[in-house]
């Protein structure tokens, strides 16, 4: 990363036009005039695992990433996707950047495989649909670059650019535009989001439990309907004893028998719904906890970089004032004295320079915040596909439960084998 003691840019100073830049609104700069749907409209990535390097332990994974947005198809791996975080968090060290998933585990099976698949996938959705980020050639690089070195090229571009604060024109004037009280706001804000998360992380626990009880019912359903199958296909003979010549056991075999299809279009429809569950609801509520986790995340740099670093610059120049002084009191060599009095000079510019990126990371948390709460309505977005999906699942269920009722008739064949009508349990067990 770029070193925070760089120079401070200067605001008269002319420059090309970089597409680097921070893209600012008409207005307040400070303030972002987007809404969810504009966010979304940004750009649809998908990440998916190239067909023929699908397997059980595989050496290497390698993912198709197609762009709505740049039209544009590419072929990246794990390690491509390391280079592109690693720029992203050089060029934009104060916003949120999200984390990418850990590397393969020896072993890893498919399961971990596909769930390292999706994480990808929200994470560059996520970035794709970032203000600063979506108009960054990075970006442009990563999604749409099909030549054979992807890493170099990204590492190429963020060569010598310098981060966001080097070519953001706003940057040295970032404090005329925080309100009065930014520190208080932040710590607010950071209580609230943290609060958000929690939340989200018990939905997002529940919400996977449900899934896995509808895939688990799934699974029963099929086994139910595979042990009827089974039990009617039996070929035991029976003896004509046991029987009394009555042909009721064949025909209940044969009833139970043709009942294995409704069961498994149940477990096919439990299926269904539990996978349009696991793409609807929990994806959704994972990205919308890889954002909030990415606003903790930077939180903690604010706190321990910027912050940490201006704390450092200060107790050093205090203890540079001291020597002067007692160089001073001493009445050391001239050539000393300058020499000091000159690092003086050189920490004061790291001080205004530190001092400078602590207003401007406050700046980008200010905007950081709001983009959390852009996304915040993706509430109401997960809350309809859980809803919809319920009632479409149960809707669906129901009609086939209804369509096996009738072919039960046969099981309840009366004494000269005519059907019985359906009684409840309660009716079969009534002593009367």
């Not at 096996?404 to 009534?430: E, I, N, V």
């Amino acid at each position: 990363m770029k070193s925070l003691d760089s120079p401070v840019p200067q605001v008269s100073e002319p420059k090309a036009p970089d597409s680097s830049r921070m893209q600012m609104p008409p207005g307040n700069p400070l303030l972002l005039s987007l809404t969810l749907q504009e966010l979304l409209a940004r750009d649809a990535v998908q990440v998916e695992l190239i067909p023929e390097k699908k397997g059980l332990f595989l050496k290497h994974v390698e993912y198709e990433v197609s762009s709505q947005r740049f039209k544009s198809c590419v072929y990246r791996r794990y390690n491509d996707f390391v280079v592109f975080h690693e720029m992203l968090l050089q060029k934009f060290p104060y916003r949120m950047v999200p984390a990418l998933p850990p590397k393969r585990m020896l072993g890893a099976d498919r399961e971990f495989i596909e769930a390292r698949r999706r994480a990808l996938k929200r994470f560059i959705n996520l970035v794709a649909r970032h203000p600063p980020f979506s108009e960054d050639v990075v970006l442009k690089l990563f999604l749409s670059f099909s030549g054979p070195d992807v890493q170099n090229k990204l590492k190429e571009c963020a060569q010598c650019v310098g981060d966001e604060f080097m070519n953001c024109k706003l940057a040295a004037r970032a404090k005329d535009f925080l309100p009065a009280d930014i520190q208080t706001q932040f710590a607010i804000s950071r209580e609230l989001i943290r609060n958000i998360y929690n939340s989200f992380h018990k939905l997002r626990d529940r919400a996977e439990r449900m899934v896995s009880r509808t895939i688990d019912n799934a699974a029963d359903l099929l086994i139910f309907g595979k042990e009827l199958s089974a039990l009617g296909s039996d070929t035991t003979p029976l003896p004509s004893w046991a029987t009394l010549n009555s042909s009721t056991w064949g025909s209940l075999k044969q009833a139970l028998k043709g009942l294995s299809v409704e069961f498994a279009l149940l477990a096919d429809k439990a299926a269904q719904q539990g996978k349009q569950e696991e793409n609807d609801v929990v994806e959704k509520l994972n990205l919308f906890l890889d954002l909030l986790q990415s606003y903790k995340d930077l939180c903690e740099r604010h706190e321990k970089g910027v912050l940490h670093k201006h704390q450092r610059a200060l107790h050093k120049y205090s203890l540079m004032k001291r020597q002067l002084m007692s160089a001073a009191v001493q009445n050391r060599e001239p050539e000393s004295v300058e020499q000091l009095e000159s690092r003086i000079v050189e920490q004061e510019n790291v001080i205004q320079t530190m001092e400078l990126r602590n207003y401007f990371s406050l700046y980008c948390l200010h905007q950081e915040t709001q983009l959390v709460h852009v996304y915040l309505p993706l509430t109401s977005h997960i809350l309809g596909a859980f809803v919809s999906s319920q009632i479409q699942g149960h809707k669906e269920m129901s009609k086939v439960w209804n369509d096996l009722q009738p072919k039960l008739q046969c099981l309840f064949a009366g004494p000269h084998g005519a059907p019985s009508p359906l009684r409840s349990p309660q009716d079969g067990l009534s002593p009367h």
